[in-house]
């Protein structure tokens, strides 16, 4: 089945230790979304790549970047992990015309 | 800015009965979605209905069926024969079309629980 999967689905870094999370696609979608979601809280967009086009909110924390070397994956790395930055980590993707975002599992990421 | 706002935290439901979530949101905007998400417990988040703006027929699918005021900016969702698989967050979402993209704004949720 076509599907988004997120690897690995759990990770434990270490304080200021650089850590990446993975996301691939079969669904062959040109825009890959990445959220943070704390806990019992909703999504928030960190960026979003049109194709090869990057995206960034402007809260986004600088600690924060992706990479996309293709249509199918994309990466998120989190240069110096704070402990504020446990949370699920949401990949999504969608193409138009309808707007729907197709989910993965989610990475969630414990510091310490 | 585009704000979505889910006045219910909790709801709980017997099994088999009707639940209404409630959703407002504001914007200026005239051409948008809406969209309702499910995220069951540890289990990733998925599509319940969507509503585009420019539709006055309310959305349905299945058990689900949506209650679309665009005048009022309201977007509630009924779940009919409510079922214990229902048990997750939902989560209302907006989003503006820019283009291909569009980044979805979402509500603070509504955990909904089906009791047997």
């Known amino acids: 089945d076509a599907m988004v999967i997120q690897n690995p689905r759990y990770q434990v870094t270490q304080f200021g230790k650089p850590v990446t999370l993975s996301c691939s696609q079969t669904l062959n979608h040109n825009v890959m979304y990445w959220y943070q979601q704390k806990s019992s809280q909703a999504p928030k967009l960190l960026f979003h790549y049109y194709d090869k086009d990057f995206n960034n909110e402007a809260d986004t924390p600088d600690n924060f970047q992706s990479r996309r070397p293709n249509t199918s994956f994309c990466f998120l790395d989190i240069r110096s992990p704070g402990l504020g930055d446990a949370a699920m980590y949401l990949c999504?993707?969608?193409?138009?015309?309808?707007?729907?975002?197709?989910f993965g599992p989610g990475t969630r990421l414990t510091v310490t | 800015a585009q704000t979505v706002t889910q006045s219910q935290p909790e709801m709980s439901v017997q099994e088999a009965e009707t639940v209404t979530l409630s959703c407002t949101y504001d914007t200026s905007e005239n051409n948008y979605y809406l969209f309702w998400y499910k995220q069951p417990p540890s289990r990733q988040m998925i599509l319940v209905i969507r509503?585009?703006?420019?539709?006055?027929q309310n959305a349905t699918e299945n058990r689900f069926s949506v209650n679309f005021q665009k005048a009022a900016k309201s977007f509630s969702l009924k779940i009919s024969d409510s079922q214990l698989g229902d048990t997750a967050m939902y989560f209302c979402a907006f989003m503006k079309p820019e283009g291909n993209t569009g980044k979805l704004i979402f509500g603070q949720g509504t955990t909904l629980q089906v009791k047997p």
């Open positions: 999504a993707t969608s193409t138009g015309p309808t707007y729907e975002q197709y």
């Open positions: 509503q585009e703006a420019y539709k006055q």
